[in-house]
């Protein structure tokens, strides 16, 4: 029996380009997933607004994972499902913020997203106010502006975790989460999808280009790191026989995900 197949991806710097955030050198790979009805399912650091936003644009329907792993959705429609279910891993949106809210209190300085308006946000971030309005809807982290001392920094990460959150560095913003990692989603949804497939057999594709994708890549059959300014930093176990693609960006997913089809017999 040919396997079912799902693939999970990164977005910027693996589905999208890095510069141009196009997806349009992926064409080829991104029909045939469809023509052969192979569930894309996107998993990053993008809210639940923005990845709607950008299935919409692609003309991709399926479940999705977000703000890294903070919540798997599953729209109306996609398995099985009459109304959109979400997946919360670890604290939501509100538990974070009342976490917050409790340190500003004792004194932490800083300046979240959900204290700016979307002018503000967009103006801080290079966004436009659609583009910010869509990265303020959170499910499950809160990205801020730290603006105290680095002393005080380290108090506050130290306060966040004695609550089960945790503080992590992004490229602009320091990121307030629980504690949850791209996989979890992946292994939510694989369920979802062994039960939807009747236990017929499944082959997961996870394709990233960052150590942020670590986990995902682990967790899935086939691994697929794709060539970026961090990929190298990726470093997986040799039984798990991870491809690199020789080329960055979609222009590398889309040569692996077509050869990994071929050989599949899509």
């Known amino acids: 029996m040919q396997p079912h197949l799902i693939v999970f991806t990164d977005l910027d710097g693996t589905l999208l380009d890095h510069h141009s955030y196009s997806w349009r050198a992926a064409s080829p790979a991104l029909t045939k997933l469809a023509t052969n009805g192979i569930p894309l399912i996107f998993n990053s650091s993008k809210t639940a607004a923005e990845m709607r936003h950008l299935q919409n644009t692609m003309g991709i329907r399926a479940p999705f994972i977000v703000e890294n792993g903070a919540a798997a959705v599953i729209p109306a429609g996609c398995l099985g499902r009459t109304e959109e279910q979400v997946m919360n891993f670890g604290a939501d949106h509100q538990q974070v913020l009342r976490t917050l809210m409790v340190q500003r209190e004792a004194g932490a300085q800083f300046r979240g997203f959900s204290d700016m308006t979307d002018t503000e946000l967009a103006e801080v971030a290079g966004l436009d106010k659609v583009e910010a309005s869509r990265a303020r809807q959170r499910?499950?982290?809160?990205?801020?502006?730290?603006?105290?001392?680095?002393?005080?920094?380290?108090?506050?990460?130290?306060?966040?975790?004695?609550?089960?959150?945790?503080?992590?560095?992004?490229?602009?913003?320091?990121?307030?989460?629980?504690?949850?990692?791209?996989?979890?989603g992946a292994r939510f949804l694989l369920e979802q999808y062994r039960e939807h497939y009747l236990g017929e057999p499944i082959i997961t594709i996870a394709l990233g280009d960052s150590p942020n994708d670590q986990r995902m890549l682990e967790a899935a059959d086939?691994?697929?790191?794709?060539?970026?300014?961090?990929?190298?930093?990726?470093?997986?176990?040799?039984?798990?026989?991870?491809?690199?693609?020789?080329?960055?960006?979609?222009?590398?997913?889309?040569?692996c995900v077509l050869n990994l089809l071929f050989e599949y017999g899509y």
């Not at 560095?169 to 989460?177: E, K, T, V």
Request: aromatic share 8%; no cysteine.
């Open 139 to 184: 499910l499950g982290t809160e990205p801020l502006i730290w603006q105290g001392s680095d002393s005080e920094l380290d108090q506050f990460s130290t306060a966040l975790e004695r609550e089960g959150l945790r503080l992590v560095q992004g490229g602009r913003f320091w990121h307030a989460m629980g504690r949850f990692d791209k996989a979890e």
């Open 222 to 255: 086939i691994p697929v790191v794709i060539r970026g300014v961090n990929s190298d930093q990726v470093q997986l176990p040799s039984q798990k026989h991870p491809m690199r693609s020789l080329k960055p960006g979609p222009e590398g997913w889309n040569e």
